[in-house]
């Protein structure tokens, strides 16, 4: 038995989760109800992921600052740069590509209960009070934005500590980014048990319903990953971006669809700019202030269900308030981890933009849970792919600028 599990352990994780992929449709297909129990391993690992990632976050970015050394420099800016940029772009291909190939949905219920702000000061006004909200508060709910502030703060106020207890704040964090990596090692027990769950519940005839809408969400996310992030790269480094693209889409993207946590795939980005050769000071702090911030993603679903709302309606939509949408879906997807419900909780705002009322915006989020586990897997691959991406870009930038030979590492 110990000599099994040490061989299942040594075939790479993609693998492993393919194979949970697929003894998770087989038991869907031919035992649904005599196997209703593996979807219960489904529940244990999305649970597991949520109860240590916000811990994660809180003692990762907690002793990067706090050792973080006065003078060092660190790209953080050019990074924060690049979050915005790629998340503003992914947002105007959105709404391109919804105007190239108009969707209309048929409507449906299925998000009663829920409360969409309504309007962006209500948004703003939530980003903020997350910001300052209480600590312990902040790790129950998730609120990453909170959990971000705190450990920025007690960072801050630990620089001036003696060395012990900055060795034991580090002590915590690899503790923790351990415990998430036995969680993932998981993974194909948990997929499995989500994969089967998912089909027993509501069966391949939902996604197919909406399979254009699907395809266009997922295009939209492939064009990004694919075409504009490499073309952002390329005006940084002068250098071809593909093989830092294909290499991060592999080692961070497959995981994170399957996990659907940037959170939880911290460890794996960490791990991956640590191959890379990156700066430690700088990804330290840029990976787990890209998984509460950079949401290109999310960015693309607001924009691509809003306009399928749109369309679906017949309102007719000027260059300016398509403009303004992009802009909105943008700032939005940025804040998406700090309001409850998440991307697809912000589509009656970017609605409210063409004056669609708010009980067929709720409808059209119902629509989004129904096509989620496409929808949100490719959503938190691209996001979170894209820290390692941006972070790697603006070091060899940096590199370039000083006249350093960059060289792309695949």
């Not at 490499?230 to 971006?241: K, S």
Request: aromatic share 8%.
């Amino acid at each position: 038995m110990k000599n099994l599990f040490v061989k299942w352990n040594q075939i790479s994780l993609v693998k492993r989760i393919v194979i949970g992929i697929i003894a998770g449709l087989i038991l869907a297909l031919i035992v649904p109800t005599a196997a209703s129990w593996v979807s219960i391993f489904g529940s244990l690992f999305v649970g597991a992921l949520k109860a240590v990632a916000p811990v994660l976050v809180l003692f990762l970015v907690m002793h990067a600052i706090s050792v973080h050394k006065s003078g060092t420099k660190t790209n953080m800016k050019a990074i924060l740069g690049l979050y915005a940029i790629g998340t503003l772009l992914a947002g105007a291909v959105a709404v391109a590509v919804s105007f190239m190939f108009p969707v209309t949905l048929t409507l449906t219920t299925g998000a009663e209960g829920l409360s969409p702000p309504e309007g962006i000061v209500e948004v703003l006004e939530t980003l903020l009070f997350n910001i300052v909200a209480n600590p312990v508060n902040a790790l129950l709910n998730a609120n990453y934005l909170g959990i971000l502030m705190w450990a920025v703060v007690l960072g801050l106020a630990l620089k001036n500590a003696n060395q012990n207890t900055k060795d034991v704040l580090g002590s915590f964090s690899d503790a923790i980014t351990k415990v998430v990596q036995w969680v993932i090692n998981l993974a194909p027990l948990g997929i499995m048990g989500l994969v089967f769950d998912a089909i027993v519940t509501t069966g391949f005839s939902a996604l197919l319903v909406y399979g254009k809408l699907v395809l266009i969400l997922v295009g939209c996310m492939l064009f990004i990953a694919l075409v504009v992030n490499p073309l952002i790269v390329y005006v940084y480094i002068r250098r071809n971006p593909y093989p830092i693209v294909f290499k991060v889409l592999k080692d961070s993207g497959i995981t994170a669809f399957f996990t659907r946590s940037s959170a939880a795939n911290i460890p794996v980005n960490m791990k991956l700019c640590e191959e890379l050769g990156l700066d430690e000071d700088t990804y330290a702090v840029s990976i787990p202030l890209g998984a509460t911030i950079n949401m290109a993603g999310a960015a693309v679903t607001i924009a691509v269900l809003t306009l399928a709302t749109v369309h679906t309606l017949g309102i007719e939509v000027d260059f300016v308030t398509a403009l303004l949408l992009t802009v909105v879906a943008a700032v939005s997807a940025a804040g998406a981890s700090g309001v409850a419900g998440g991307s697809l909780l912000l589509i009656p705002l970017a609605c409210s933009l063409f004056g669609v009322p708010n009980d067929i915006a709720m409808q059209v989020v119902g629509v989004g849970f129904i096509i989620g586990v496409v929808q949100d897997s490719c959503e938190t691959a691209l996001n979170s792919s894209s820290d390692v991406l941006f972070t790697a870009t603006a070091e060899y930038a940096k590199e370039r600028k000083e006249g350093k030979v960059v060289t792309v590492k695949s």
